[in-house]
Nanobody, 123 residues
Framework: VQLQASGGGLVQAGGSLRLSCAAS????????MGWFRQAPGKEREFVAG????????YYADSVKGRFTISRDNAKNTVYLQMNSLKPEDTAVYYC?????????????????WGQGTLVTVSS
């Protein structure tokens, strides 16, 4: 499977963005999916994850209540709705696919990565 992330941009604090991750080459329903982010000078960190069916989701504490992960397997796409954005949310956001049945926040568990999309939140 190949992943293509999009939807990043520049937004003011308090604003919203929706990121998309479109898959090609194989059905996305075969994968658990995650969103990660990496800010300049920092390590890549987990943001949100969703099970193959979409029935289970989990979030980093830093985004809980503000971000929502969802998926549309018919469209082979995963989304990350980001509301109430803060300057500290500024980062390159990556989507990733996990072939295993477990749900993980560990980036090493993910098998395929998209290219990343930049989100910049101004204060």
């Amino acid at each position: 499977v190949q992943l293509q992330a999009s939807g990043g941009g520049l937004v003011q604090a308090g604003g919203s963005l929706r990121l998309s991750c479109a898959a090609s080459g194989r059905a996305l329903s075969n994968y658990g999916m995650g969103w990660f982010r990496q800010a300049p000078g920092k390590e890549r960190e987990f943001v949100a994850g969703i099970s193959r069916s979409g029935g289970a989701t989990y979030y980093a504490d830093s985004v809980k209540g503000r971000f929502t992960i969802s998926r549309d397997n018919a469209k082979n796409t995963v989304y990350l709705q980001m509301n109430s954005l803060k300057p500290e949310d500024t980062a390159v956001y990556y989507c990733a696919a996990d072939r295993s049945w477990s749900l993980s926040a560990d980036p090493n568990e993910y098998d395929v990565w998209g290219q990343g999309t930049l989100v910049t939140v101004s204060s």
